[in-house]
């Protein structure tokens, strides 16, 4: 059983900054790409960022500059920095991971989420 758990979230002022964590636990043989979702009230989830293995990243239009997404291989993890920020950021956000894991002498590859953690700015 492969979980991501997500820390980090909270309710800032705009300008301020987040550091959000997400850390996968289990039977895990590779973590492909990884990325960070967000979903705001009466709008569709959206990708934010995510990034390869290898460290290559991407970012939706309206965050670079202004956030970066890492990874640490070793601990399983992925990260979102987010520098000031504002109110069009507050949303829900999930971490996503490309899992694979050996099962049956076979790899199996999922798509896995985590739970969401809360960012809302105040202006």
């Known amino acids: 059983q492969v979980q991501l758990v997500e820390s980090g979230g909270g309710l800032v002022q705009a300008g301020d900054s987040l550091r959000l964590s997400c850390v996968a636990s289990?039977?895990?043989?590779?973590?492909?790409?990884m990325g960070w979702y967000r979903q705001a009230p009466g709008r569709q989830r959206e990708l934010v960022a995510d990034?390869?293995?290898?460290?290559?990243?991407k970012y939706v239009d309206d965050v670079k500059g202004r956030f970066t997404i890492s990874r640490d291989n070793a601990k399983n993890a992925v990260y979102l920095q987010m520098n000031s920020l504002k109110p069009d950021d507050t949303a829900v956000y999930y971490c996503?991971?490309?899992?694979?894991?050996?099962?049956?002498?076979?790899?199996?590859?999922?798509?896995?989420w985590g739970q969401g953690t809360q960012v809302t700015v105040s202006s």
């Open positions: 996503n991971a490309v899992v694979k894991v050996l099962q049956l002498d076979q790899i199996h590859e999922w798509d896995i």
């Open positions: 289990g039977n895990i043989f590779e973590i492909g790409s």
């Open positions: 990034i390869t293995r290898g460290g290559f990243s």
